[in-house]
Nanobody, 114 residues
């Protein structure tokens, strides 16, 4: 059974930082491209950052220069370091294992107060 478990969300003031973690089990983590998505109230889920198996990364324009995605295949883990947070970053953040049969975590709430 595949499980993706996010942690690290919370309430932070604008300009602050948070580090999200995603721990995967039940799948061969190293062969999956992984991503962080977010969904704000009333909005569609959007891709925030992606890291492929070789380590290359992509970011949404809105988070470039502020967020950093990384992975540790030995720990079946993925991370999202979020700096200079803004109120518009407030959302539920989801871990995603990409592919024709994608897997999702349950999400972790990030709230940025202005």
């Amino acid at each position: 059974q595949v499980q993706l478990v996010e942690s690290g969300g919370g309430l932070v003031q604008a300009g602050g930082s948070l580090r999200l973690s995603c721990i995967a089990s039940g799948l061969t983590f190293s062969v999956y491209s992984m991503g962080w998505y977010r969904q704000a109230p009333g909005k569609q889920r959007e891709l925030v950052a992606r890291i492929i198996t070789g380590g290359s990364t992509n970011y949404a324009d809105s988070v470039k220069g502020r967020f950093t995605i990384s992975r540790d295949n030995a720990k079946n883990s993925m991370y999202l370091q979020m700096n200079s947070l803004k109120a518009e970053d407030t959302a539920v953040y989801y871990c995603n294992a990409m592919g024709t049969n994608p897997y999702w975590g349950q999400g972790t709430q990030v709230t940025v107060s202005s």
